[in-house]
């Protein structure tokens, strides 16, 4: 069974080495730092600081921003019972890739005039903001794929990541502070199309791994709780300074604070005997941060800012109850984490949003960009998920056979549980592979 | 038995729901965005900003504020063996409503010329201290009530505080900088309250639940550490700017450090063989921050704050050793958490240390009138924590049984707590309920 | 057996009561507040602050390097099945008393003109500077100590530190502002000393709970994630405002995603069948901040910084596959978490990279001091640590016998794993100790 030839060592080491050797490379032609002025000398302290820009005004920001994608999106992944290695660590060196790639995707179009790319805090916060498309659709694949398949997908979305957000943001004009469209929805879209053209018949009757348990779930709560917190920065940290940055991280704060209230109502009126679900709780109190994206910095209200995370926290938890069932059962959609319901409708809500608010003048634009500009993002990530799905669906890329799906053991050396256990034989198995080829 | 009907599937959804709509809707009537100017132009980037006033300046601030509610709160009560997920989950949950209601009951008392609630970055942090009174007391009785008893407590808790705190701080002028007195010892005491109206006399020779095992412990310390880094910024948050901020910074830091040498120390002397105790490790460490709270703008000293700290180490351990068991068994009050030994007697000790600090001048102030906060913080709580506690003693809000207490399970679903233990069928039982009815 | 006394009743609790109560002394004798002005008036608010420097300004960097000393630290050595009460609880507890003595030893050489030692905010993130080398010996020596051979060391090493690093710094005047060579390398050769001197023969065919179990790697990769995020603001908080501070900032944040490719690479290339491990990504990937730390403010270029991290990462594993093995076995040297791995090559490596950088002038100085700063580091560490080894090595210092090491249990209360195990007995060996005297 050659597409399943799961043992990493040649070619993952090699394709990782050679990725970061040519980045280096791509970063020593085409690099420079940038403080946001034209000087360049290092050699002095710089103590007539008050007339220049503030270079490292971002910086907390960019901090907040950096601990939601390492922390949140990685701990968030943790809930699969044996899959923890492989959801932090994973998501810790796709998006360490990503960030030096998406430096340079981003950079392209914003070379200064000797042609170079000036790295400065906005360009880490933007570099951060292209990894997030690739953990959300790492979200979709999660447990099915291998690290070779994954860093593959992550130069191919970020590259067209950044291809739809030059079109959206840059020729569009569109508004998109918070990137409702161009970052969640595309990401979620992406990951789905991939998911489907990964498309595994073994799995449609479930897979013992492909749950949580006590501890994993305490684990995802990080994941969630930390997202859930510096969400007003990822929304405004590229919000032109002042008012409107401000209203982007009021109108963030208070829609994820409305959403809870709602994602919990439903959760507990949709479960057996009116329970809370850890899957909503962990996934649909978020949505109203991925919801309010695009109309963050905009006029909307306090309370309009509350109505869309209400109404996000809503569809987010029906759609993890009752959508993904079907989508996986009917469409062979497979979404590991429910990234549709966390990022793809409420991603699609916020593009919508962020329609009405303009054509209602909460901020200047054109309505009609807005749409484009959210008809864009599907698109490119339908197709662009599509045949990133193909070309990662080649059978010597490592993918792991059904049967190991969701098990941190096929690429990673995993210890017992229990150090006990281990001694009654209980958990022999887990620490060897199930089936090694 | 009607008072044990825990299906939450109607009363809990409703509540919640209604809660969130009236507060829209208040919102909307009421609030307005501000970032401390009069204008109100957000379709425009503010430029000028170099003569107005930074409305970001405290956002660090507020996040790590943030995180000391969501994270701090959340985490360290998921101590107990089997009730991480309503720890950390109802934590959210109270929190996030509680900020809404905050921000309105605070707001009554600072509306703009219009009559609207003005919201900014200063709000936001009045708010989020808002829930930790809630939070402070959701620790004494912990495992032992439903969500809906919690989400009335939260609205009782936070109006009948924001009365006390207006009255405390606005009438009586007292310095209560980091709210030993306004937030920690009413918050103690407003839960003790209710857990004593709350008493169960089956729960006299203790719970197989109450109680935790290693990875709980180690899950509670990731909310000690976090509550220990930031308290710097809870009690200077709202401080004046410049030197009293900074003030306020180094001596919750001193305060801290020395608190954690006397708390380790008495620990050791007072447990079996010299060993330490996890609960006084995670909780006596943060007296320092609570005791040094009304004290902490104030010229008192790098000294005068460690010694606050140490002092404060030294009672909150002996607390939990003897006086706890004390109250449980004499007084009928049942405190999960030992909030009286790190929120109760340290908050009590701040309030004196704050009238002896502007006795002997520290800052201006008037040595009476901080006794008067005091015991109106005191007097409040108390009174206040008997009227919620009859109300929440109602028959018809879904309170557990005792044999249900200090278990996710009843309002949760749980999965297993490991796989292979499911399949032998060890955990079973604790993937359903024990009593449903 | 006397010198397996391990019972710490009273010795403990005396030395932390004694060392705190005299640092307090200390304090009241030495310490100031100082916002960097000379006026002291704490009693009205500071209204004009446009023209006096900011004392605020760097507090959310110290923050960033607080949480990478309090939970970095702390819980990247909670890799230990057995042992996280202690790795995270002493980490907490050496922390601080460190920065309280750090305070002392480094304000020493910055009197101001009365004689007194001003606290602010950048005395603060210097404390905490100084108490990281105290946390990176107790990697080396960790589950080989007792609390009270622990706190000796720390008085010790931080006096020490603080003389090497103003022979360095200040008068050699070598750069190191992220302190490849004055904390880091320095930190892991002074705690390889202690563990050479501290050698236990009767753990050289290893030790049953001298390893990881699945859950403790999570709680680990908690503390690296953390670490990894705000390294940039560790190498950058003390460099000089503007240019020099952001190019620190994005020098690091290169150089730990460079990293993190090189360390999955070789990870995967030297384990069995291609398989990543746990132990090279816990550490190997946090080696480009320690080794980017020297050169982290000069002009170096980002590709530079990126090349740094890449030999980093690659010199990191190849020493925890290879070397460590060899100079445990050879060397008598058992370093528990590897420091020599991620502090100590990667220092010396900060170390010749700072000497080759200035000399081809990447920022003023003088390369044979930068030479001179790096052998004062090591010879320091290792006399120093010599030292500080025989002291410890003192029979009444509770060290714990060979059988007891790498457990929780002989310093604390440790409930059982599981409540189930424990009624059926599996873990009652685990909540007792296996030798007490």
Redesign the interface.
């Known amino acids: 069974m050659p597409a399943y030839a799961t043992?990493?060592?040649?070619k993952?080491?090699?394709l990782?080495?050679i990725?970061?050797?040519i980045?280096?490379?791509l970063?020593?032609v085409f690099?420079?730092?940038s403080?946001g002025t034209n000087?360049?000398?290092?050699?002095?302290?710089?103590n007539e600081?008050h007339d220049?820009p503030e270079?490292?005004k971002l910086?907390?920001?960019f901090?907040?921003v950096?601990?939601m994608i390492?922390?949140g999106f990685?701990?968030l992944m943790?809930f699969l019972?044996?899959y923890?290695?492989s959801s932090?660590?994973l998501n810790?060196?796709l998006a360490?890739?990503g960030?030096?790639w998406g430096l340079l995707m981003k950079g392209i179009w914003h070379r200064d005039a000797a042609g170079k790319i000036p790295?400065?805090?906005d360009s880490?916060i933007n570099a951060d903001f292209s990894t997030a498309t690739v953990l959300i659709s790492f979200g979709a694949v999660l447990g099915k794929t291998s690290?070779v398949q994954l860093l593959i997908m992550t130069v191919l979305e970020i590259t067209i990541f950044c291809l739809n957000e030059h079109l959206a943001v840059e020729i569009l004009e569109a508004n998109d502070v918070g990137a409702s469209m161009t970052i969640h929805a595309f990401g979620a879209y992406f990951g789905l199309a991939v998911a489907r053209v990964l498309y595994r018949p073994g799995l449609r009757n479930g897979h013992?791994?492909d749950?949580?348990?006590?501890?994993s779930?305490?684990?995802a709560?990080?994941g969630t709780?930390?997202l859930?917190?510096?969400w007003p920065?990822f929304n405004s940290a590229i919000a032109?300074?002042?008012?409107?940055?401000?209203?982007a991280?009021?109108n963030t704060?208070?829609s994820?604070?409305?959403c809870?209230?709602?994602a919990?109502?439903?959760s507990?009126?949709v479960?057996?005997?009116?329970?809370?679900?850890?899957v909503h709780?962990q996934n649909a109190?978020l949505a109203g941060g991925v919801a309010v994206g695009t109309c963050a910095?905009?006029?909307i209200?306090?309370?309009g800012a509350?109505?869309i995370g209400?109404v996000a926290g809503i569809i987010s938890t029906v759609g993890f109850k009752y959508l993904s069932p079907i989508l996986a059962a009917n469409l062979g959609i497979q979404d590991t984490c429910g990234v549709h319901n966390l990022h793809g409708m409420p991603g699609i809500l916020g593009g919508l949003a962020g329609i009405v608010a303009v054509a209602l003048g909460?901020?200047?634009g054109d309505a009609a960009m807005q749409a484009a500009a959210l008809a864009s993002s599907l698109g490119f990530a339908l197709v662009g998920g599509a045949i990133t799905g193909l070309i990662m669906k080649l059978p010597f890329w490592g993918q792991p056979p059904d049967q190991n799906c969701f098990d941190d053991s096929i690429?990673?050396?995993?210890?017992?549980?229990?150090?006990?256990?281990e001694e009654?034989g209980?958990?022999a198995d887990?620490s060897k592979?199930k089936a090694?080829v």
Do not use: C
Not at 240 to 247: I, K, M, V
């Open positions: 043992n990493m060592r040649l993952f080491p090699i990782a080495l990725l970061e050797i980045t280096i490379i970063f020593a690099t420079v730092y403080d000087h360049d000398d290092h050699k002095k302290p710089s600081t220049e270079p490292m910086y907390p920001m901090q907040d950096h601990v390492f922390i990685g701990f943790t019972k044996r923890g290695f932090v660590g810790l060196l360490a890739f960030l030096q790295i400065g805090i880490m690290p013992e791994n749950g949580s348990v006590y501890h779930d305490m684990f709560m990080i709780v930390f859930w917190m510096f920065s032109d300074p002042g008012l409107p940055q401000l209203t991280v009021i704060y208070l994820l604070a409305a809870v209230l709602s919990y109502a439903i507990s009126l479960e057996h005997k009116g329970k809370l679900d850890m709780i109190t910095d905009m006029n209200g306090p309370f509350m109505l209400f909460k901020k200047d690429y990673w050396e995993v210890p017992a549980e229990e150090e006990e256990n009654s209980a958990h887990h592979n090694e």
